[in-house]
């Protein structure tokens, strides 16, 4: 499986983003999938998640309210809305899979092998 997020950029505060983070390859495998955020000098950070099949999410107590996990099965895509962004959100934003490989690291209820590239947002004030 490869991941590709894109959909990063400058926006204002208070303003509005969406990332995409497209997977393909031995896509079947997939069980969850989620977004996750970096800040320089600071440690990678869970924002949400989605199971793959069901559809269930989860979000940092931080994220809830402003940002909303989605998936598309038919193209493969999970998208994240951003919207009521602070100049706090800023930071490279990272999708990941977890494909049932057993390997890689827990983040709440997923075990998440597989990384993208990272989009960075930035939110000025």
């Known amino acids: 499986v490869q991941l590709q997020a894109s959909g990063g950029g400058l926006v204002q505060a208070g303003g509005s983003l969406r990332l995409s983070c497209a997977a393909s390859?031995?896509?079947?495998?997939?069980?969850?999938m989620g977004w996750f955020r970096q800040a320089p000098g600071k440690e990678r950070e869970f924002v949400a998640d989605?199971?793959?099949?069901?559809?269930?999410?989860e979000y940092a107590d931080s994220m809830k309210g402003r940002f909303t996990i989605s998936r598309d099965n038919a193209k493969n895509t999970v998208f994240l809305q951003m919207n009521s962004l602070k100049p706090e959100d800023t930071a490279v934003y990272y999708c990941?899979?977890?494909?049932?490989?057993?390997?890689?690291?827990?983040?709440?209820?997923?075990?998440?092998?597989?990384w993208g590239q990272g989009t960075q947002v930035t939110v000025s004030s």
């Open positions: 990941a899979a977890d494909t049932r490989v057993y390997s890689g690291t827990y983040y709440g209820r997923f075990r998440y092998d597989i």
């Open positions: 390859g031995r896509t079947s495998s997939i069980d969850g």
């Open positions: 989605i199971n793959w099949s069901g559809g269930s999410t």
